[in-house]
């Protein structure tokens, strides 16, 4: 497809669990983001690649967040040992090299911890 | 103090009214600045940039920038029951790449 394509759209676990949320950028697109967004709430920046590299990884909530991006394509956040404060819409959005503040938005995965 | 600060709303509006919404900002040295829209269950979606001091105009949309004020805003006329969203205000932070968001403004468009 054409936009950023994030899955799974929509993730159940139980508290304790490992999760892997998976975003694949606009083909072309250098950097990639992954922000999160609860009820309400604005946008949370989490981190940001530039490449397969994450210079700023300074928005991870804690040492159970993790992320990587392999072949500066797809990416994968992680959250090990999920707890409930950890439920919200995770969005992926990349850019091209010129494209500034221009971020094109995934449609989310939607964490649910129980 | 909130790095990008936004009234959540609602703000309510007649159809065919101008519809003003507010962001203001605390890092002076932010040079660039967007709105994004959300619809309500959807991704953000980007409708405008502005870059200098005073007013950019793109359709029905104009964005207005005060830095001395440290503050940004965005006008739509003619309001629309489609332009019903949430408006996000985005301030480029110390590290270029990295958007800062506000909470959001959500814009109700009475028909």
């Known amino acids: 497809g054409a936009g950023v394509s994030q899955s799974p759209s929509n993730k159940v676990t139980e508290k304790g669990k490992d999760v892997e949320l998976r975003c694949d950028p606009i083909?072309?697109?250098?950097?990639l983001y992954w922000y999160r967004q609860s009820l309400g709430q604005g946008l949370e920046f989490l981190i940001y690649f530039q490449g397969n590299s994450a210079p700023d990884k300074s928005g991870l909530p804690s040492d159970r967040f993790s992320a990587e991006r392999t072949g500066g394509s797809v990416s994968t956040l992680t959250i090990q040992r999920t707890q409930q404060e950890d439920s919200a819409v995770y969005l992926c959005?990349?850019?091209?090299?010129?494209?500034?503040?221009?971020?094109?938005f995934g449609e989310g995965s939607r964490l649910t911890v129980l | 103090q909130k790095e990008v600060e936004q009234n959540s709303g609602p703000l309510s509006v007649p159809e065919g009214a101008i519809a003003s919404l507010n962001c203001t900002y605390s890092d002076r040295v932010s040079q660039s600045f967007f709105w994004y829209r959300q619809y309500s269950g959807k991704s953000p979606e980007l409708i405008m940039s502005?870059?200098?001091?005073g007013d950019k105009e793109d359709g029905r949309f104009t964005a207005q920038l005060n830095k001395a004020s440290q503050y940004v805003s965005l006008l739509i006329r003619d309001s629309q029951p489609s332009d019903s969203a949430t408006y996000l205000c985005a301030v480029e932070g110390r590290s270029s790449y990295k958007l800062i968001f506000g909470s959001g403004t959500r814009l109700l468009v009475r028909p």
């Open positions: 502005i870059y200098s001091n």
């Open positions: 959005a990349s850019s091209s090299p010129s494209g500034g503040g221009e971020l094109f």
């Open positions: 083909s072309g697109h250098t950097a």
